[in-house]
């Protein structure tokens, strides 16, 4: 097991060296384009309002999430492809529906070169601390006689150069943008803050704000019993407890420590089909979550996901 481990560490430096070699060049562009953008270390003191409610995110998840997805899984395209081609749909679907619903609501744009500085130092701090906890709970796990799940994409043996440009493009690209387009951008906003003003008639009643980072939480639950494994389950419900425990303790800032908490809880738990990969996301979704906070928006969290992916 300890040359097992450490030629796994030597993969991870070796990835981490290449992926640097990228992305700080890829910073320094940013800096110069970006100007002085929005730190990281501003305090995030009033609500994130946003105009939808949960009925929305509901319908979001499941037709973006879902029903896209699967539509395009029905076509002959390669399974690599479909995050890919769906990826544009998705966005353009969320895009329209969001000016065709709210057309008075100001959607907050950014400069794409500002958030790359913020994204690689976020990176470059984020990822070792993750790996680091994924190795060392892939440890424990195997010392007590549990075999982990093998993820599908050590599964990935290559190809030729158009099927290694769809999985860059898919697990680089597709997958962390629609991810952080949800989790950050849909779900995060919407259990930090209220609806603003009063919903019109025939509009269903806005959830209570104490009660969304439980609805939440109790997602994560649900998803991970859907996977019919035992660890995930006990993983979502000790993290209900552990909302619970932020809820008592938490002061300042509580509202948005709760949607982090809550939204990086369902986060994990979506991840439940490879175990434990669940538990190191469940840190992973916290950094990425504070980054969307303090931003107010998902494009550092999606280059950092990016990046990390």
Not at 1 to 29: D, H, K, R, W, Y
């Amino acid at each position: 097991m300890p040359g097992e481990f450490t030629t796994e560490a030597v993969q991870m430096l070796t990835a981490g060296a290449i992926v640097s070699a990228v992305a700080v060049p890829l910073g320094l562009v940013g800096r110069v384009l970006g100007g002085a953008g929005r730190p990281l270390a501003g305090t995030a003191r009033c609500p994130w309002r946003v105009p939808w409610g949960g009925f929305e995110v509901f319908a979001a998840f499941l037709l973006v999430a879902v029903t896209i997805p699967l539509a395009v899984a029905q076509s002959r395209l390669p399974a690599l492809a479909v995050g890919v081609v769906a990826l544009p749909i998705q966005l353009t679907f969320l895009a329209a529906t969001v000016r065709f619903l709210y057309p008075k609501w100001p959607v907050p744009w950014a400069n794409p070169f500002a958030a790359l500085p913020p994204a690689v130092v976020v990176w470059a701090v984020l990822t070792p601390a993750v790996l680091l906890f994924h190795a060392g709970i892939v440890q424990f796990f195997t010392a007590a006689g549990l075999k982990p799940d093998e993820h599908p994409l050590a599964k990935f043996t290559g190809g030729d150069e158009f099927t290694r440009l769809l999985f860059l493009l898919q697990a680089c690209v597709a997958a962390p943008l629609i991810e952080e387009v949800l989790f950050r951008g849909v779900l995060l906003p919407w259990v930090v803050g209220s609806r603003p003003g009063s919903p019109g008639a025939g509009s269903p009643p806005a959830t209570p704000a104490a009660l969304r980072p439980w609805l939440v939480v109790g997602c994560a639950v649900a998803v991970a019993a859907l996977s019919g494994k035992v660890g995930p389950v006990v993983f979502a419900a000790v993290l209900a407890g552990g909302l619970a425990l932020v809820w008592a303790t938490v002061r300042r800032g509580k509202r948005h420590v709760r949607a982090v908490y809550a939204t990086a809880a369902f986060f994990a738990a979506i991840h439940s089909s490879v175990w434990p990969s669940p538990v190191p996301l469940f840190l992973l979704g916290l950094g990425l979550g504070w980054c969307a906070v303090r931003t107010r928006g998902v494009l550092v969290p999606a280059v950092v996901h990016g990046l990390f992916n």
